[in-house]
C-alpha cells in the first residue's frame, strides 16, 4: 500500500506558534492533499500540491512536496485555538485515481 | 449551499439486522465513495461509484454493498451487520475521478453493532 504516514502522529502548541506536519509516501504519485477533520466530524479539503508543483500556499497553510523524498509538509503558520483538529495526508498513486488516506496527525492548539 | 447528506448520523443495532446508511450529494458530482475510519487505521475506502450504474470494490468490501441508480444517491447496505462493522462511515463526491480533485465529505454516520 501507498498509505501517507503523518508524522508526528500528535502535536500540541500554543496559540500563535507555527504548526509543522510531515507526510511520507512510498509509490509515484500524481497528487497528494491535506485534509482536516474536526473532532467526530466530516473532512474538509486543504490544499492540493500536483506532483510537479513543489510549494503551495492558502491563507496560513503551507504545503510543500518532495517527490524526489517522497514527503510532503504541512506548516499552519500563526496557529490559533481553531485550528485543533485531525489533519490527514492522501495520496493518489501514478496509474489510478484511488485516493489513499494516512493515519493523521492530531494537531492540539492551546490559548 | 453544496454538500454531502448521510443519514442517519447515529445507528445502534443488532448483528444480523438489514440496515441502509443513505448518502445524497447536490453538486451533480460523477465520482461518490465510502469510507469507514477506525481509530488507529485511518480511512480506509469500502466501495466508490465513477458514475451511475458503475461502482467498484475498494480495500475493505467485504461485508457491504452498494448500489448507484441515480447521480445524486449511494447507499450503503449491511445486509447482515456484525460488530466488526461497529464505525465511522463517511459518504464523499467529487467532480474529479476519483482522486484527482477535491473530495466533499458528508458529516459521518456512527454505526455500534451489538
Known amino acids: 500500500s501507498q498509505q501517507g504516514e503523518e508524522d508526528p502522529q500528535a502535536l500540541s502548541i500554543q496559540e500563535g506558534e507555527n504548526a509543522t506536519m510531515n507526510c511520507s509516501y512510498k509509490?509515484?504519485?500524481?497528487?497528494l492533499q491535506w485534509y482536516r477533520q474536526n473532532s467526530g466530524r466530516g473532512l474538509v479539503h486543504l490544499i492540493l500540491?500536483?506532483?510537479?508543483?513543489r510549494e503551495k500556499h492558502s491563507g496560513r497553510l503551507r504545503v510543500t512536496l518532495d517527490t524526489s523524498k517522497k514527503s510532503s509538509s504541512l506548516l499552519i503558520t500563526a496557529s490559533r485555538a481553531a485550528d485543533t483538529a485531525s489533519y490527514f495526508c492522501a495520496t493518489v498513486h501514478y496509474n489510478t485515481d484511488k485516493l489513499i488516506f494516512g493515519t493523521g496527525t492530531r494537531l492540539q492548539v492551546f490559548p | 449551499e453544496a454538500q454531502v447528506t448521510q443519514n442517519p448520523r447515529y445507528l445502534i443495532t443488532v448483528t444480523g439486522k438489514k440496515l441502509t446508511v443513505t448518502c445524497s450529494q447536490n453538486m451533480n458530482h460523477e465520482y461518490m465513495s465510502w469510507y469507514r475510519q477506525d481509530p488507529g487505521l485511518g480511512l480506509r475506502q469500502i466501495y466508490y461509484?465513477?458514475?451511475?450504474?458503475?461502482?467498484d470494490k475498494g480495500d475493505v468490501p467485504e461485508g457491504y454493498k452498494v448500489s448507484r441508480k441515480e447521480k445524486r444517491n449511494f447507499p450503503l447496505i449491511l445486509e447482515s451487520p456484525s460488530p466488526n462493522q461497529t464505525s465511522l462511515y463517511f459518504c464523499?463526491?467529487?467532480?474529479?475521478?476519483?482522486?484527482?480533485?477535491?473530495?466533499?465529505f458528508g458529516e459521518g454516520s456512527r454505526l455500534t453493532v451489538l
Open positions: 461509484s465513477m458514475n451511475v450504474e458503475v461502482t
Open positions: 464523499a463526491s467529487s467532480s474529479g475521478r476519483g482522486g484527482t480533485g477535491e473530495l466533499f
Open positions: 500540491i500536483r506532483s510537479n508543483e
Open positions: 509509490t509515484s504519485i500524481n497528487n
